[in-house]
T-cell receptor, first 112, second 111 residues
Framework: DVKVTQSSRYLVKRTGEKVFLECVQD?????MFWYRQDPGLGLRLIYF???????EKGDIPEGYSVSREKKERFSLILESASTNQTSMYLC???????????FGPGTRLTVL | GQSLEQPSEVTAVEGAIVQINCTYQ??????LSWYQQHDGGAPTFLSY????GLEETGRFSSFLSRSDSYGYLLLQELQMKDSASYFC????????????FGTGTQLKVEL
C-alpha cells in the first residue's frame, strides 16, 4: 500500500513565522504535489515536483516555496506566514505510469 | 486556463442511484478523474477516463464524453458510507502530471 505521511495533523503559527510542512512517501514516486483545500474552493495546486530538485509552480504559488532534496520527501515552506494562509494543506504523490494521486492525511494550519 | 463545474450538493436515499455531473473547460485534455473525500479524511482515487464511454468499478461507474467536455460519476445501491465529497479533476494543458480539481460535490445519503 502506498503511504503518504505529513509531519503534523494540526499546526498553529503566528503571523510572520517561517513554517515548514513536510511530506514523505514510501513508493518511490517521481511526482509529488502540494495543495491547499478551502471550503467551496476545492483543491488548489500550490507547487509540484517531478524529480529531485525539480519544481514547478501550480496555480497559487505566491507566498510559498518548496524543497525536494530527496525523492521521498517534499517540503512546503511559508517564508512569512499570514492569516490568509490558514487552510488545510494536502500532499500527494504519483508514479510515472499511472494517473492516480495518493494523498496524505493533511495538515490543518492556523495562522494567528 | 482550466475550469470545472460540478454541483455543490446532492442528496439521495440509501439504495438509490445518484449521478454527479462534471463539465470542464481545458486547453488540451488527457483524462478525467474522480476522487472521494470523507469528512476529515484524505481524497482517495475512484476512477479515471481517458476515452469516451463508461468505466465500471463495482457500484461506481464513470462516464466521459470528450466532444461535450462532460463526464459523470454514477453511484449505485447507495450506502450511508457513500456520504462524502466527490471531486472531478482533469489532466489538461500540456499533459504532464498536473491535475486541476473541481470544487467538489457533497453527497448526503439519507435513510
Amino acid at each position: 500500500d502506498v503511504k503518504v505521511t505529513q509531519s503534523s495533523r494540526y499546526l498553529v503559527k503566528r503571523t510572520g513565522e517561517k513554517v515548514f510542512l513536510e511530506c514523505v512517501q514510501d513508493m518511490d514516486h517521481e511526482n509529488m504535489f502540494w495543495y491547499r483545500q478551502d471550503p467551496g474552493l476545492g483543491l488548489r495546486l500550490i507547487y509540484f515536483s517531478y524529480d529531485v530538485k525539480m519544481k514547478e509552480k501550480g496555480d497559487i504559488p505566491e507566498g510559498y516555496s518548496v524543497s525536494r532534496e530527496k525523492k521521498e520527501r517534499f517540503s512546503l515552506i511559508l517564508e512569512s506566514a499570514s492569516t490568509n494562509q490558514t487552510s488545510m494543506y494536502l500532499c500527494a504523490s504519483k508514479g510515472g505510469s499511472t494517473d492516480t494521486q495518493y494523498f496524505g492525511p493533511g495538515t490543518r494550519l492556523t495562522v494567528l | 486556463g482550466q475550469s470545472l463545474e460540478q454541483p455543490s450538493e446532492v442528496t439521495a436515499v440509501e439504495g438509490a442511484i445518484v449521478q454527479i455531473n462534471c463539465t470542464y473547460q481545458t486547453s488540451g485534455f488527457y483524462g478525467l478523474s474522480w476522487y472521494q473525500q470523507h469528512d476529515g479524511g484524505a481524497p482517495t482515487f475512484l476512477s479515471y477516463n481517458a476515452l469516451d464511454g463508461l468505466e465500471e468499478t463495482g457500484r461506481f461507474s464513470s462516464f466521459l464524453s470528450r466532444s461535450d467536455s462532460y463526464g459523470y460519476l454514477l453511484l449505485q445501491e447507495l450506502q450511508m458510507k457513500d456520504s462524502a465529497s466527490y471531486f472531478c479533476a482533469v489532466r489538461g494543458q500540456g499533459g504532464g502530471n498536473k491535475l486541476t480539481f473541481g470544487t467538489g460535490t457533497q453527497l448526503k445519503v439519507e435513510l
